[in-house]
C-alpha cells in the first residue's frame, strides 16, 4: 500500500440513498401513439427493471398493420398541417416539446432507470438533461435552414422511419425526433423492446404540447416492427441506431428502393494514454470512458493503448480505482454502475469474458458484492490482451476494459485503425501538437483530447466504416433530414 492509497475498508461506507419512485405513475399496459392518440393493440410482451426482473408494464407489439396506420397518419400530417406551418411556428412546438421534457425530468430519469438500468446518477444528470438540450438546439435551427444552406433552397425529405436502441433510450429518441421535427419532417419511431417506457412518456409530452396529430407517431415491437418500418414504402428515409448486424440487414433491404438511409452502429472505440499524459485525470477518463452506463455505450474506450513505460503504474491506479466503484441499485444516488439491461445481453458479456481467459489475457475484477436479483456484471479489466484477441476485436458492450501497449505515436495510430469499426477515440497526453497530429491520423467520427463521453447538440456523432455512415447533432445533424439542391 503507498500513501496514495486511501482504503477504509468496513470501517466507513455510504448509507443506502434511494431516489423515491412513490411519485411515478405508469399504466399496466402501453401500445402505441398512432395519430395523436394512444392505441392498445397487438401481441402482448413485458418490459422489465434488469435490476430486479420485476414487469413493469406489458406492452403491446405493432404488426405490418399497425405500422401502415402510423405511416399513413405520418404523410397526411406531413400534406396536412404539418407540411404548410410556417418554420417558425413549428419551432414553437419544439420549444415546447424541450421545457416540458425539462419539468418533467425527475420522473424521466427515475423511469429511465427502472426500465433500462442506468444509474440515477446519469439519467438525471446526463441523460435527461441532455435531451432537453437536443429539442432546445433543434427548435433553433428550424427556422433558419436557409442560413445553414444558403442558396440550396433545403425542404423536408418525408415521412422519416426510425428505429433506437436501449442504451439511452430517450436520449436517442432526441437525437432522431429533434431534427427530424426541425426540418419538417413526420416520424413514424419505434424504441427498443426492453426499454419501451420512458418514450411512452414521450408521446404524453409531445400530446401535451399540441402537436398536430401524426407528426411524430411511436409504435412498439421487436425485430419484426422495425422491419416494417424500413420495409413499408411510405417511409422515404430511414435513420437506425443499433448493431452493425442489424444495420446491414436494412442496407440490404433498402438497397434499390432510393429510400436514404443513415447507419449508426457499434464501436471499439481506442483511449490512448501518452506517458506524458496527466495521470490523474486520465484514470478518471478511462473509468468514464468504459464503466459509463455500464459501457453499454456504442462509443465507449472499450480498447485502452498504454504507452509501455508507463503501463504498470496505469494499471496498479486503475485497479485502485476500480475498487472504489458501487455495483448495485440503479436507483441509489451512490451507486456508479447498475444493472446490464437484459439478460441476453448478461450472457453477451460473460461470453465475451470467458473467451478473453481462454485465450489467454488476465483478468481482474475487484472485490464487490452483487445484488442477489437481476443482471448486474463486475467491472473488469484484461491485461497482457494482444490485437488477435476477441475481446480486443469485438464490441462487448458491457463493463470490461482490454488494455494494449504501444511504444511510439505511429504504434497507437496503428494499432487504433486496426479495427473494423471507427466510431470514438481518446487521446491523453500534455503536449497539443501530439494529441492533433494522432487525432488527424485515427479514422474516427469522434475523437475526444484529455477528456471522453462528452457530449453536446452542436456537435456532431457518427462512424466510419462498420460504424456506419451519416452524422447527427449539429449542423450536420440536420443534412439527413432535407432535401438540398
Ligand atoms: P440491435 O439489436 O441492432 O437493435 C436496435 C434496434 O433495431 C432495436 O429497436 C431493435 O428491436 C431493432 N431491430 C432488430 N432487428 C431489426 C430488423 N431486422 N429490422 C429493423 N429493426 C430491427 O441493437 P441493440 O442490441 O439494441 O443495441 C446495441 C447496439 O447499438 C450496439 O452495437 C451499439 O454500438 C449500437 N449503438 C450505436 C450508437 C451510435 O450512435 N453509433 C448508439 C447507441 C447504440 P429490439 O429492441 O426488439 O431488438
Ligand atoms: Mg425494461
Request: glycine share 10%; aromatic share 8%.
Amino acid at each position: 500500500m503507498t500513501a496514495r492509497d486511501l482504503l477504509f475498508g468496513d470501517l466507513w461506507d455510504y448509507a443506502p440513498a434511494p431516489e423515491s419512485t412513490n411519485h411515478i405513475e405508469l399504466k399496466a399496459q402501453y401500445g402505441h401513439f398512432i395519430n395523436g392518440q394512444f392505441v392498445e393493440e397487438g401481441q402482448p410482451f413485458e418490459t422489465i427493471n434488469p435490476a430486479t426482473e420485476e414487469t413493469l408494464a406489458q406492452i403491446h407489439s405493432a404488426d405490418e398493420a399497425m405500422v401502415d396506420r402510423a405511416v399513413k397518419a405520418a404523410r397526411a400530417a406531413l400534406e396536412g398541417p404539418w407540411g404548410s406551418m410556417p418554420a417558425s411556428e413549428r419551432a414553437k412546438y419544439i420549444f415546447r416539446i424541450a421545457r416540458l421534457i425539462q419539468e418533467r425530468a425527475r420522473e424521466l430519469a427515475v423511469i429511465e432507470s427502472m426500465d433500462g438500468g442506468k444509474p440515477i446518477r446519469e439519467s438525471r444528470d446526463v441523460d435527461i438533461p441532455l435531451v432537453a438540450a437536443h429539442f432546445f438546439y433543434y427548435a433553433g435551427w428550424a427556422d433558419k435552414l436557409e442560413f445553414a444552406f444558403p442558396g440550396a433552397r433545403p425542404r423536408p425529405v418525408g415521412v422519416a422511419g426510425q428505429i433506437i436502441p436501449w442504451n439511452f433510450p430517450l436520449l436517442m429518441a432526441a437525437w432522431k425526433i429533434a431534427p427530424a421535427l426541425a426540418c419538417g419532417n413526420t416520424i413514424v419511431i419505434k424504441p427498443a423492446e426492453t426499454t419501451p417506457l420512458t418514450a411512452m412518456k414521450l408521446a404524453e409530452i409531445i400530446q401535451d404540447a399540441g402537436l398536430p396529430p401524426g407528426v411524430v407517431n411511436i409504435v412498439n415491437g421487436a425485430g419484426a416492427t422495425g422491419a416494417a418500418i424500413v420495409d413499408h414504402p411510405g417511409t422515404d428515409k430511414i435513420a437506425f441506431t443499433g448493431s452493425t448486424e442489424v444495420g446491414k440487414i436494412i442496407q440490404r433491404s433498402l438497397a434499390g428502393t432510393g429510400k436514404r438511409l443513415t447507419l449508426e452502429l457499434g464501436g471499439k472505440g481506442a483511449n490512448i494514454i501518452f506517458d506524458d499524459a496527466p495521470l490523474d485525470q486520465a484514470i478518471e477518463g478511462i473509468v468514464n470512458g468504459i464503466f459509463f452506463n455500464q459501457g453499454h455505450v456504442c462509443c465507449a474506450g472499450s480498447r485502452l493503448l498504454v504507452q509501455e513505460s508507463i503501463h504498470d503504474e496505469v494499471v496498479r491506479r486503475l485497479k485502485h480505482r476500480m475498487s472504489t466503484l458501487r455495483v448495485g441499485d440503479p436507483l441509489d444516488k451512490n451507486t456508479d454502475i447498475g444493472a446490464i439491461n437484459s439478460r441476453e445481453q448478461l450472457n453477451k458479456i460473460t461470453e465475451l469474458v470467458q473467451a478473453g481467459e481462454t485465450e489467454g489475457a488476465t483478468c481482474f475484477q475487484p472485490e464487490c458484492n452483487l445484488p442477489g436479483k437481476g443482471f448486474f456484471f463486475r467491472p473488469t479489466v484484461f491485461t497482457g490482451v494482444t490485437q488477435a484477441h476477441r475481446i480486443a476485436q469485438e464490441e462487448i458492450f458491457g463493463p470490461v476494459l482490454s488494455v494494449l501497449t504501444f511504444r511510439t505515436p505511429a504504434e497507437a495510430i496503428a494499432k487504433a485503425n486496426n479495427s473494423e469499426y471507427g466510431l470514438s477515440a481518446g487521446i491523453w497526453t500534455d503536449k497539443g501538437s501530439k494529441l492533433f497530429k494522432v487525432a488527424g491520423a485515427i479514422r474516427a467520427g469522434v475523437i475526444w483530447g484529455n477528456t471522453y463521453n462528452k457530449f453536446d447538440p452542436s456537435s456532431p456523432f457518427g462512424g466510419y466504416k462498420e460504424s456506419g455512415f451519416g452524422r447527427e447533432g449539429g449542423l450536420h445533424g440536420l443534412l439527413p433530414y432535407l432535401e438540398v439542391e
